[in-house]
């Protein structure tokens, strides 16, 4: 979201807008159009592959015209049916008697198109279906930047047609039709076109398939279905089964994946963009779905230990000990003009590191099986160490970060947009930067990354919990300041370890992670849900007081379902009643994006938008937004799990507002879990 300067008189680069496209996605395969069915060339419309765009336009006319939209609807995330009607076929009159419905499916590698005229004429109708198709195999940062690219010709051998480009390969496959290549707007296309005649009460289908596949590709399809469990919600609050169930079922849509471990699967950040692995991503969406079951997590965590940096590489940002922080296959422009490009294996993030040893420690909580976590100790060993002799670079007990390569991530953290540390003023901070909630990270992985290498009988445990004493120290003395209404923790330090003073939602990961007193706690959980901060949807991303607030900048004023989800769930860990208000805004805003949340949308307050304002960029679905739906399903029946101590509680949030709920088929330890909770708020757990 990094701004761009253009050219005087030049077409404007800008990132395409998603927010009223229409999606069918299965992992690494996706379909973007119009809400009518129209893949047209431009935006991101068309058929991407990983970090391919190959199919870019494929328009539909019949009888020489494009039929009349009248409805859309989804047949599950990997399909959707569009229904129009031919206006100028069948009988005379104002009532359509000739439909055409448009069936799209996805599969990993695979998409099904289906054209089905239906008519209730009188006689016979006979015309010509036709489907032009557009291929530009661009590249999906080019495609991010809005960068037009021309279309290209395919190659025709006898009834195969398709295009190439090194290991790249998209088959066009439409059985029964007549093929030519003509001129389009932008280069060749592909004509398709078949005669088709239609009886009284007749359906007549034409097919076409479009195989893509992709050798140099990073990510794939897993090759195990998901061992994660859907569980059943019955709720007199009637939004909160449907919410679950959509954002599960979207969940195993972002299934991915790498190729040189098909069996190993973790969750891709979000479509269209960020369908690969990311370290932070990917840990915080694993670590959300604990009580789905522990396979994810320990998938998760095994592909990212096999990338666990291993040498000093100012260019990659690759350290001893660090996560990645992202993965593609070739190297990815973030700026439009080229000037940032992060390189294919992109270890810029402070807080995967952290995040990787708390998911560890907290998949062993919730069952994961000490056969899973020993092989993993060495990287958690590892890990632990990246945090003192790296993370905290120079010593002072605190993490911080700097981008010492000039064409990298200027920040960081999950707020790692150019302008996101700024101060209330709206003056951006210059690095090295420490955030604050990554302090509250390593505190959490120092401690419990010593107590799992207690448990499997590693040494040198006191160092870590020596260090984080320290960090506890520091960051008391350092980060807190104060305004008109109170103390609060400043979003940063920056290069001069001078507090970044302004109001942010960062401030709510600090809870449960032990990093604060239980003063300290009661006031950061009051300043997350007053007014300038909670907009009635979720935590803003900067207080509305701020002078850099806008309601939808990227990280400066915006609500994140996610960040909003991390809130709720340390709001639960501390026990506190905030947890009301938060859970019943974040509920609000799934229920009102029919529970597929965005990355990101507006923070404007709900008392004048009675409905969240969409981000027009924002990916949807995406990982750690839909896993926000389990987090909410926890915190609010306070559970409490640590299997291997045999201990499962639920407390819920009171005052209880959603009436008699159960939620049946959780997991916890492998076995399954119930809660049933009455009206007054009183819960009954089955475990085992």
Known sequence: MTGTTETPGATPHRQPWVHDLVLCLAAPTQVWSAADGQVRHEGVQGVLHADRRTLCGAVLTVDGEEPTAV??????????????????????????????????????????????????????????????????????????????????????????????DGGLSLGLRAHGAAREVVEGPAGPEVELRWRVQVAPGERVTREVLLPVSDSGAVVTSPSRPATWHSPAVESADRRLAPVLERAV???????????????????????????????????WAARMLLPLGTDLAASTLRVLARR???????????????????????????????????????????????????????????????TDVEPLVPALERALAWLVEHGDADGDHLLEYVDESGHGLSNQGWKDSGDAVRRVDGSLAHAPVALCEVQGYAYAAALRGADLLERFGRGGTDRWREWAGRLREQFRRRFWVEDAVGPFPAIALDGDKRPVVSLTSNIGHLLGTGLLSDGEVDAVA??????????????????????????????????????????????????????????????GALHAFDGRPPELFAGDPRSVHPAPVPYPAACRPQAWSAAGAVALVEAVLGLRVDVPAGRVTAAPVQPWSLGSTVVDGLRAGGDPLRVAVDDAGAAEVTWR
């Open 526 to 587: 009051r300043r997350l849900v007053a007014p300038d901060l909670l907009s009635g949807f979720g935590v803003r991303t900067m207080s509305s007081a701020a002078a850099g607030y806008s309601p939808t900048g990227y990280h400066v004023g915006s609500v994140w379902p996610h960040d909003t989800a991390i809130c709720l769930a340390g709001l639960a860990a501390e026990g506190r009643p905030e947890v009301a208000p938060v859970a019943e805004a974040l509920l």
């Open 249 to 283: 079922a979207d969940l195993r849509l972002l299934r991915l994946a790498t190729a040189d471990a098909p069996e190993e699967e973790f969750l891709g950040a979000g479509a269209p963009w960020f369908l690969t692995l990311f370290g932070r991503d990917s840990l």
């Open 71 to 164: 409805a859309h609807h989804s047949d599950g995330g990997d399909a959707h049916v569009f229904v129009a009607v031919a206006r100028s076929l069948g009988d005379p009159g104002p009532d359509p008697t000739v439909r055409v419905e448009r069936r799209r499916e996805v599969e990993p590698g695979l998409v099904r198109e289906q054209v089905t005229l239906v008519s209730t004429a009188a006689r016979p109708v006979t015309t010509d279906v036709v489907l032009r198709v557009a291929v530009d195999l661009a590249h999906l940062d080019a495609v991010k930047a809005g960068k037009a690219a021309a279309t290209l010709a395919p190659t025709v051998t006898g009834a195969e047609t398709g295009w190439r």
């Open 308 to 370: 666990q940096g291993t040498v000093v590489d100012a260019g990659t940002a690759q350290q001893p000990g660090k996560i990645l922080h992202e993965v593609r296959g070739a190297a990815f422009s973030i700026e439009a003009d080229g000037a940032h490009t992060l390189p294919p294996v992109y270890y810029g993030t402070i807080d995967a590191t952290p995040l990787w040893a708390l998911t560890l420690h907290d998949a062993w909580r919730w069952g994961l099986p000490d």
